[in-house]
């Protein structure tokens, strides 16, 4: 996810031929939304670059219930509520990071927090989500989520300026959730390609 890494342009001697900025633009999207989508998740050939947004999901508490499902979908609004508080200041060591996810989906959100931190920006802005529970199995769960990060935008931590433009982007996420002491955590998710329109 280019949210945090910058993909190299060409020198500022050397125009870049038409539609380069267009198609870098679109690139460092696409793989930006990757990695923010499944808890900045494994995509990207494994480079871990973006945070996460501000959701549309309910709001992010404990939540009781005899449904598995119902249980895995809260836990996974309230990981995405975790990570849009976070982004707000890329602040990588929040202690929010791990309310609601475990092992990979942890490293990956701090690291990238820490990335963005240290170019000096922010993830600012909203995300929907849509969320369906696939399987329950034991104690791992899958959903799978049309994940829209849209105007979930990195921007400079001091201006509050856009850091990239506002493109669509809305990511098939394939998210998977352990029940770890009682608790739905979210442990990995990976971006499978865009969702139809």
């Known amino acids: 996810m280019q949210k945090f890494a910058a993909i190299g342009n060409p020198p500022p001697s050397m125009p870049a031929p038409p539609g380069t900025v267009v198609a870098l633009t679109r690139a460092r999207r696409a793989c930006s939304t990757a990695l ?3 808890m900045l998740t494994a995509g990207c050939s494994g480079t871990h670059n973006r945070p996460a947004p501000t959701t549309t999901a309910a709001t992010a508490g404990t939540t009781t219930t005899n449904d598995p499902n119902t ?6 609004r309230a990981y995405w509520a975790d990570l849009i508080d976070a982004g707000k200041t890329a602040d ?11 092992g990979e989906g942890v490293a990956v959100a701090r690291d990238n927090y820490r990335q963005l931190r240290a170019q000096g920006l922010v ?3 909203t995300v929907s989500l849509h969320p369906r529970v696939v399987a329950i199995r034991g104690g791992t769960a899958t959903i799978e989520d049309c994940t829209d990060v849209t105007k979930f935008l990195r921007r400079d931590a001091k201006t509050g300026k856009a850091a990239e433009p506002e493109v669509r982007d809305v990511r098939r996420t394939v998210v998977t959730l352990k029940r770890i002491s009682g608790r739905w955590l979210v442990s990995n998710s990976e971006a499978k390609g865009q969702c139809a329109k």
Do not use: C
């Open 36 to 38: 923010l989508v499944a």
């Open 71 to 76: 249980a895995v979908v809260a836990a996974y």
């Open 92 to 102: 990588w060591e929040s202690p929010r990071l791990d309310d609601h996810a475990t």
């Open 123 to 125: 993830v600012r802005g």
